[in-house]
């Protein structure tokens, strides 16, 4: 599951990108539900682990890590229907002499060609082969991407919701057959040259991904993923199965038992937020006679009820070849994927698996059902306004067609994609609640659905938010949408289509996700692949039908007179976080009574034997087993991207000449040091303002569908970080966009109007942005407690963190409560304040333009630029301000309703005398997948343990994830010092912490990432003499750095700040044990 980077990298994005919503889910649903569970009834998915969204901000890697949370990539938002199949992505048309080979050598390994096409959307030839021996079906995808993907999926229907499905891909990784260690996983995430890595599970599949741009290091992840999830050694070791599932744990006989397992940890933390709690009884209401019905992630409550023998029976009938689907796509050679795979599927016989995992449609009701759901909430606060709402509709008993699928999301883009969508527009303006819930259209699933409701809601206003949803929707079927909604939101899918920008997530696995969820219902698999027909047809049908036509009839039949209606309607409640825990305890204590002094005493050492086993480190020649590359296949130099420095009208202008597919990139930097300090927290809703209130000529509706109709989107956000050596930070306003070039002036133009000419005037339309962005802040605490305690700790230690945490951190939850008061007693001053942020940032001196895009174009687009500059002042209208305020250096508890804690410690190396060297990068990874894992992981129970030093800071943090415990992690975070100075490391060893790291840096970027991080290196001025030097330093870390950084990692035992977002109970025990450790705040 991810975590979102945003808090620690402060490169906060305020508002989205105009064309930017969940419009094609297979990178959104990646981003948004798997990499951290869905909070709507869209199908949750679940991670093998959470991939630290706090990832160190280097000078060298990549800065896509950079990119802000709701960042200008529009299709890594974009929807499932059209998500990375691009018209013209990368690849080329195989020779026809090729094909006979293949047949051959298909045969030769015991397969059998099943069909074969070129599939222009994706450039790639596409064969589908099956498995003569066991009915194993292989999708091969050739063409020129040097990001090579495979993944292996099974069907995985659970009966219960013990968490079978998701136990189950933790622990699979944990040791096998050919690689007989604790972890390979945990070896793969230290040296490889992976760009992704990780397993996931849906409500029906487990799938498992890997990807690589390095043909040897590709080939070495596939092998030690076959291996794991054909033969894992946890079918054998009931411990493995204690440790990722569930287990009593009894360190004395005369202490509580308690109840342990990363997997129960991690949805305790699922169960905690309120968003997740909708979107799962969304789903179990909607599908209660079929396999959906249950959470295949797991119930805390339900899964201490899983049995070890059910657990090893799972995996006996569904990981079997017959039971898969398996993909390889990129540039590899499709012959040797054949060997490879003939390797493992020729060792077994067909099995029945297909049929039994089956998934069985769900039939539609008759009649719609309401449900009342309770959720765990605060006790500040006025709980009457704090209720959720919910209306889901199951669209179909069957699956659909690829065209009507099509349509369904186009009309889901036109409903909910945009701030000036009716349905979206309507709900917010309506001020009946404070943000949206639900995910619109969700396909992911054997059958579709639709979702949509608000939270913030009175309960005297629930039955008016489902007349409003109802009638809305009624009236979009009568009166159908504006032409230049239709326009903008054809404009806005064709463009992601064309530009296929998955971010930093590969375009093959994208691929793959889509095609799954079909393939894996025993549907063509190819079919997904292609949308040029569907989407021409449809254009065809609009432009001779109209869209009312199109669209009407499909509200009506789906959604207004569809009787399969779910409401879910969830009410705060202060006490169920503590009945919970009174409930779970008296489970626990009415076993211990039951058991004997040698049933206590027994426990007591099984919980020791456990520990013993995940605190003592793997032998040399079992880690040698695992495949790695050598120092010798590491490039010596970093990743060079070509950047011409010049200057347009006295404004310095960055150019990178890089092919893009005809997509212009452009990034227009302004400098935020002459803003008040006190204007500071206002800069996030600024940001919004300028994208989503209208000009004197332009309501915002027509301002937004205008920049869907001539760009790819335009996103404002404000950028802050420290620069090493520099007292000052580094404080930007960024304004990002994207067209084709061919628009480049419309985009221009677009830029200066939502600069210059929006106006500050619309008091409703901001109140919604103050309570849009304190339900964002709320759900953030709840689900991302890390990142919040990560921004309070850096704001203690130094200026650009503070900067940060007023516009992203708790400081801005408490700025927002008060604001949302202010908007009526002093709009005047409100709105005076926001043109007072403009002219202090507006204006060419300072200002910064940066442009990625292939020679030719970028040449063309300079008279665009230069006329933009023409309108700019020259010259701020304020002076300079100067920032020095950090908050007091105390412990802080931010206790929120939870059963899970985000434990965080922090300190400034830099102050204590250390100086940068590149081996820091590797010694800091080298912790987290060592001494946190095994320690605040494994045996600590959490569902993620890492650290991170900001090397333009020099902070270094310790954070957890999903936490059972509070004071027990703090002692270990404190332990890392010595670990470095006990460590004896081989050689072996060594090198993969190099090469994984050098991994990290050179992580595969999109051109337009590399343009941006090319950016920020200039503006952080990190010149390629130092990338270089760093690298140097990197490839020669010996043993004796890691012992040396160990007295500079105590500056963090001995000086840190400790921020935990916790639970009550736990920070008043913590409190008790150690005299007043923590100050305390209430935030939710």
Not at 436 to 459: A, C, H, R, T, Y
Not at 805 to 819: H, N, R, V
Request: net charge negative; with cysteine; glycine share 6%.
């Amino acid at each position: 599951m991810i975590m979102e980077r945003t808090a620690i990298l402060r490169s906060l994005s305020c508002s989205s990108l105009a064309s930017n919503r969940f419009l094609f889910r297979s990178f959104h649903r990646l981003s948004r539900s798997s990499l951290q569970p869905s909070s709507s009834s869209s199908a949750p998915r679940y991670l093998r682990r959470p991939i630290p969204a706090l990832t160190r901000r280097s000078t060298l890697r990549h800065s896509s890590r950079l990119l802000p949370s709701a960042s200008p990539s529009s299709s890594l938002s974009f929807n499932r229907k059209f998500s990375s199949l691009s018209t013209r992505a990368i690849a080329t048309q195989p020779s026809p002499d090729a094909v006979g080979v293949h047949d051959e050598a298909a045969e030769k390994y015991g397969f059998e060609k099943v069909s074969e096409e070129f599939i222009g959307e994706c450039k790639s030839k596409v064969v589908l082969f099956k498995h003569r021996k066991t009915g194993c079906e292989v999708m091969s995808v050739s063409n020129d991407d040097e990001n090579k993907v495979f993944g292996i999926v099974f069907r995985t229907p659970p009966k219960d919701s013990t968490g079978i499905p998701h136990i189950l891909e933790h622990s699979v990784l944990c040791g096998s057959r050919k690689y007989p260690l604790k972890e390979p996983f945990v070896e793969l995430l230290k040296g490889s040259l992976h760009t992704f890595l990780n397993a996931f599970t849906y409500p029906d599949r487990t799938c498992y991904p890997v990807a690589s741009t390095n043909t040897k290091d590709f080939y070495n992840l596939v092998d030690v993923y076959l291996d794991a999830v054909f033969f894992p050694k946890c079918i054998e070791d009931f411990q493995t199965f204690q440790q990722e599932g569930w287990h009593y744990e009894l360190n004395d006989p005369s202490e509580d038992i308690s109840y342990k397992g990363v997997v129960f940890n991690e949805m305790k933390g699922v169960y905690s937020q309120p968003d997740n709690i909708l979107g799962r009884t969304a789903q179990q209401a909607m599908f209660p006679d079929n396999t959906y019905g249950v959470d295949s992630g797991g119930d805390p409550k339900v899964i201490p009820k899983l049995t070890f023998e059910e657990f090893k029976e799972f995996h006996r009938k569904y990981y079997h070849p017959s039971n898969a689907r398996i993909w390889f796509y990129g540039d590899d050679d499709t012959i040797e994927r054949l060997r490879i795979l003939s390797e493992y599927l020729d060792m077994f016989d067909a099995s029945p698996a297909p049929n039994e995992s089956k998934i069985e449609p769900q039939k539609l009701f008759s009649e719609p059902v309401r449900i009342v759901e309770r959720y765990p909430a605060g006790e500040g606060g006025d709980l009457k306004k704090k209720h959720m709402v919910c209306l889901n509709w199951l669209l179909s008993d069957k699956p659909l067609d690829l065209e009507t699928e099509l349509t369904l999301g186009f009309l889901d883009h036109l409903m909910l994609g945009t701030p000036a969508s009716p349905l979206r527009k309507i709900l917010l303006e309506s001020g009946l609640g404070e943000a949206i819930v639900g995910g619109g259209i969700e396909d992911e699933l054997l059958q579709p659905q639709f979702s949509i409701g608000l939270k913030g809601v009175s309960d005297d206003d629930i039955q008016k938010v489902e007349e409003l949803i109802i009638s809305t929707l009624k009236k979009l079927a009568e009166e159908g949408f504006e032409m230049e909604a239709v326009e903008a939101s054809m404009n806005t899918i064709e463009f992601s289509l064309r530009e296929n920008n998955t971010g930093s997530f590969p375009r093959g696995l994208s691929l793959m996700l889509r095609s799954v969820g079909k393939w894996i219902y025993d549907m063509d698999p190819f079919e997904p692949l292609k949308y040029e027909k569907p989407l021409m047809a449809l254009k065809a049908r609009i432009a001779e039908e109209g869209s009312k036509a199109v669209f009407s009839p499909l509200i009506e039949k789906f959604i207004v007179n569809n009787p399969h209606r779910v409401t879910i309607e969830m009410q705060p409640d202060p006490e169920k976080a503590s009945r919970d825990e009174v409930a779970e305890k008296e489970i626990l204590d009415t076993l211990k009574a039951s058991m004997t002094e040698e049933d206590l005493a027994e426990l007591a050492r099984a919980t020791q034997e456990l520990r013993l086993k995940q605190e003592t480190p793997d032998p040399p020649e079992a880690l040698r087993s695992v495949p790695s590359l050598s120092l010798q296949d590491i490039p010596k130099e970093p990743i060079h991207v070509p950047i011409e420095v010049g200057d347009i009208n006295g404004v310095k202008v960055l150019r990178h000449d890089l092919f893009t597919n005809d997509v212009l990139y452009t990034e227009i930097v302004f400098n935020m040091s002459p803003l008040k300090q006190e204007l500071l927290p206002l800069v996030p809703l600024f940001c919004q303002s300028l994208l989503e209130m209208g000009t004197k000529d332009l309501t915002f509706v027509q301002l937004n569908q205008l920049i869907g109709r001539k760009t790819g989107g335009i996103s404002v956000y404000p950028f802050t970080s420290s620069i090493r050596g520099r007292d000052d930070p580094c404080s930007h306003l960024i304004v990002r966009g994207k067209s084709m070039a061919g628009r480049a002036e419309d985009l221009f133009n677009l830029i200066n109007c939502v600069l210059q000419e929006v106006q500050f005037t619309d008091q409703q339309r901001f109140k919604q942005f103050v309570s849009q962005s304190k339900a964002r802040m709320e759900n953030r605490l709840r689900g991302s407690g890390h990142g919040i305690a990560a921004a309070r700790m850096d704001s203690k230690l130094n200026v650009a963190g503070w900067i940060s945490e007023q516009m992203g951190g708790l400081s801005y939850l408490e700025f927002l409560l008060e604001l949302e008061e202010k908007v009526d007693q002093d709009w005047a001053g409100i709105s005076s304040s926001l043109e007072e942020i403009r002219r202090s940032l507006l204006s060419r001196n300072g200002c910064l333009i940066n442009m990625t895009a292939d020679g030719r174009n970028l040449t063309n687009t300079e008279k665009f630029i230069s006329k933009f500059l023409d309108f700019l002042p020259s010259n701020s209208s304020v002076g300079t301000s100067s920032w020095t305020a950090q908050l007091p250096l105390s412990n802080e508890a931010i206790v929120i309703p939870t059963q899970v804690n985000y434990v965080g410690k922090a300190a400034n190396l830099y102050d204590t005398g250390y100086d940068l060297k590149g081996s820091a990068y590797v010694i800091s990874k080298y912790i987290s997948n060592t001494w946190l894992w095994d320690r605040v992981r494994v045996s600590g129970g959490a569902y993620g343990g890492f650290c991170d030093f900001d090397t333009h800071s020099g902070v270094f943090s310790f954070l957890s994830y999903r936490d059972p415990n509070l004071l027990k992690t703090l002692d270990v975070y404190d332990g890392a010092g010595d670990f470095l100075r006990e460590l004896d490391m081989d050689d072996d060893t060594l090198t993969k912490a190099i090469i994984g790291t050098i991994g990290d840096v050179d992580s595969y970027q999109l051109p337009d990432a590399k343009g941006y991080s090319s950016l920020l290196r200039y503006l952080l001025g990190i010149t390629e003499e130092e990338r270089q030097k760093r690298r140097e330093e990197i490839l020669s870390t010996s043993l004796k750095d890691f012992k040396e950084f160990a007295d500079a990692i105590d500056a963090v035992k001995h000086k840190g700040v400790v921020v935990a977002v916790a639970s009550p109970d736990d920070v008043d025990a913590a409190n008790k044990e150690r005299s007043n450790f923590f100050e305390v705040k209430k935030a939710l």
